[in-house]
């Protein structure tokens, strides 16, 4: 087995052996800590504790005494002659000090600290003593010895202190006084800069891309970084190739059983192992899953011990596994105990459902395969997790249910998984889950299908595809099945009042916007954004621009946060603003709410036809307001696109006709940022992620052959030759953020 190891570690040794990468923040930090009598790195192992000290070491100009902790330094007598012999290296002692504290009558604690201090005080500059390693001391007498010693240190010296643990040292009082720096694993965690640093001294040119996902999946522990290096060296030597690291890699398997599992006792390895199938840990949450007692000790002791198990509040109740040291163990359960694996799983949605936690619950029930709970979970807290801004969180339980044949043997489900696709831009599957709805009602009895028609109904004058006396038609039929001051029933007076709209009605579309409005404000549904957005616009349309900047205003704080940034309902909102921006001459805030606009575009597309053109058509008179001929000419072939598909949109059909002649007669402006397909615009928000274009696709549904193609006309439109290009340009246009 040793042999195995020797030879698996070889290519990682010869990575360790090549010069370290400087870490000039932390350097800078530690410089700048003279004030502190102690400084304490306290880590798991590979992140990088010995080297960024002996680093220090290089660049302070005060002497450093080292002193590597072993297991016979538990004994006083020698760590106390260790820490002599550790000074006298660093700044020579004298003669009879140091034979006073080495010789066997020094061994007197009491006595010899004393002479220690005045041995330090009496040096000619102030120094640095580091104890590393000193989790393996373990003697409480050496430790109240190392905590007396602070006293002792004259100003401007400073005791270091390196582990994996922290020691039983007075450092709450040192915190209190300010006297203590404190660099925990967040701190030696790696950037993309030093990440990037590394791996070019192990001869690998990684793309930035690769680079930035790498240092997400291993959150920068150092020394996961460097079993990378070593994995693709060891399997291709080719030095462009990608680099990663899944948790099963022999690499990291061998390095984590040797240095971390190794030195706990067999009953916490199994606890980690068994804690594994869980997202985030509790006392309480382990102790039901695993059905034990006292996990909550063993959590806090695991945190404390840095044995890669993170806290996630300053009261310590919840903890994490660091992300590759948790797929290790997974992979290690899953190998080992499968079986055990799903029932851990199904205990966890159990405590979840029970304790108030019904998003985790429907995780944990997806990853047990449980679909009867997941469907049920779902069908509760779909809406929540809607209103709450979990519009993603829905999309990925939604895709799940449908991989799982789900959605024609519950009738929740095809209803709020076609309202998701809706909201998300997913056309197609929308149409798919509209249609397992109609599947599940003609084969149920008619009492059964009763509890779908209003939402079914809402959702048919939703996607409006047999034209506005249609949509009409099922608006009134939700609004007559919608229970009193419902989302359904707001929801439905929306649509009523949107189908008055296209009709030309506009007074009593106002009138019944008016009512939507108020009851989604009471409600805190994004549904009296939507109507006081389009009563702004009915404002706008009478000229009464004081009006329409109360309800945008009253808009505006309605709408939560997470609905003006995700949500396709705010992009009305937005334009509202950027039309009342240009109406004041405001044409710096004009463009930023265009650009919101612009980020929600490509989600709005016929699967809710009416906001989907409405939005293009205020995007046109925009982009005309401010000459942008070229992004007003893209909207409307986009509102052609659409009306292709939805043909019967009343009063926004007649408005599409009246912006082409306005169009028609102006001159063509320069092409701008806005002259994106929506295509185009999706992929150019992935563009700005660490993602390759393989991966996009895989989230686009498209091949990483489109996506090139397409990536390649952005690049064109924005006259620039290469991905980092495009995406400063489009930060520069507004159409990204940092």
């Not at 506009?506 to 805190?524: I, R, T």
Request: aromatic share 6%; with cysteine; proline share 5%.
């Amino acid at each position: 087995m040793d042999t195995i190891i020797r030879q698996r570690c070889t290519e990682y040794q010869h990575l360790r052996a090549r010069p370290p990468v400087s870490r000039v923040a932390l350097l800078e930090l530690l410089e700048a800590s003279s004030d502190a009598s102690v400084v304490t790195a306290l880590a798991p192992p590979g992140y990088g504790k010995t080297t960024l000290l002996a680093q220090w070491a290089d660049r302070d100009p005060r002497p450093f005494g080292w002193l590597t902790i072993g297991p016979h330094d538990n004994d006083p007598a020698v760590l106390l002659r260790n820490l002599a012999v550790a000074l006298d290296r660093a700044e020579p002692l004298g003669q009879e000090p140091l034979e006073a504290l080495t010789s066997p009558a020094g061994a007197d604690v009491d006595a010899a600290l004393p002479r220690l201090g005045s041995a330090l005080s009496a040096a000619p500059l102030p120094l640095v003593l580091v104890l590393d390693d000193l989790h393996v001391l373990q003697s409480w007498d050496c430790l109240q010895m190392v905590g007396r010693l602070i006293e002792y240190l004259p100003m401007g010296s400073q005791l270091v202190i390196a582990g994996r643990e922290e020691p039983h040292l007075p450092l709450a009082r040192l915190r209190a006084e300010g006297r203590v720096l404190e660099i925990r694993p967040h701190d030696l965690a790696m950037d993309l800069q030093e990440a990037g640093a590394l791996l070019r001294n192990a001869d690998l040119d990684v793309d930035p891309v690769d680079l930035g996902e790498l240092v997400h999946r291993t959150e920068g522990w150092p020394v996961a970084l460097q079993l990378a290096a070593a994995r693709r060296r060891a399997r291709t030597g080719h030095r462009a190739a990608a680099v990663s690291l899944p948790g099963d890699d022999r690499f990291l398997t061998d390095y984590v059983d040797i240095v971390v599992l190794s030195r706990l006792p067999a009953r916490l390895v199994r606890f980690l192992t068994r804690c594994a199938v869980l997202d985030q840990m509790s006392g309480p949450l382990c102790d039901a899953v695993l059905d034990t007692t006292g996990s909550a000790d063993l959590l806090e002791w695991l945190s404390r011990s840095n044995v890669l198990v993170i806290p996630l509040d300053r009261r310590r109740r919840w903890y994490r596994l660091h992300r590759l040291f948790r797929e290790l163990l997974q992979s290690r359960l899953e190998r080992d105990e499968p079986a055990l694996a799903s029932q851990l799983t199904r205990r966890a949605a159990d405590w979840c459902e029970h304790n108030g936690l019904p998003e985790a619950a429907v995780d944990y029930a997806i990853a047990a395969g449980d679909a009867g709970r997941a469907v049920r979970l779902v069908a509760e807290v779909g809406l929540p997790t809607y209103t709450a801004g979990g519009l993603a969180t829905l999309q990925r339980w939604f895709d799940w249910l449908e991989s799982a044949g789900a959605a024609d043997r519950y009738a929740a489900v095809p209803l709020l998984g076609a309202w998701v696709h809706v909201l998300a831009g997913h056309p197609a599957a929308a149409e798919r889950w509209t249609e397992a709805i109609e599947r599940w009602q003609s084969d149920r009895a008619p009492a059964d299908a009763l509890q779908t028609d209003g939402p079914f109904a809402l959702l048919k004058a939703a996607l409006c595809r047999h034209g506005v006396k249609q949509m009409r038609a099922d608006a009134l039929a939700a609004l007559g099945l919608a229970p009193t001051g419902s989302e359904l029933l707001a929801a439905a007076q929306l649509l009523v009042a949107i189908s008055d709209l296209l009709a030309g009605d506009l007074d009593s579309a106002d009138h019944g916007l008016a009512a939507a409005a108020q009851v989604g404000e009471e409600l805190g549904a994004d549904v009296a954004l939507v109507a006081l957005a389009e009563r702004s616009i009915l404002a706008m349309g009478r000229g009464d621009w004081q009006q329409a900047e109360l309800l945008a205003e009253r808009a505006r704080s309605a709408a939560r946060e997470e609905w003006l940034e995700q949500y396709v309902s705010s992009a009305l909102l937005h334009v509202v603003l950027a039309r009342l921006a240009i109406h004041h001459g405001d044409v710096p805030q004009a463009r930023s709410a265009l650009a919101c606009a612009e980020g929600l575009r490509p989600k709005l597309t016929y699967a809710l036809p009416h906001l989907a053109v409405q939005v293009r058509l205020e995007l046109a008179r925009c982009y005309l307001a401010l000459t942008d001929v070229a992004a007003a000419r893209t909207a409307m072939w986009e509102v052609d696109s659409l009306l292709w598909q939805r043909p019967d949109l009343g009063a926004l059909r007649d408005q599409a006709e009246e912006l082409r002649t306005q169009l028609g007669a102006m001159r063509k402006s320069p092409m701008g940022g806005s002259s994106l397909t929506p295509a185009e615009v999706r992929l150019l928000r992935l563009l700005g992620t660490h993602y390759s274009f393989r991966e996009i696709g895989g989230q686009l549904y498209l091949s990483q052959h489109t996506v090139k193609s397409q990536a390649m006309s952005i690049y064109r439109k924005f006259g620039v030759s290469s991905r980092s290009e495009a995406i400063q340009y489009a930060r520069d246009l507004g159409l990204l953020v940092q």
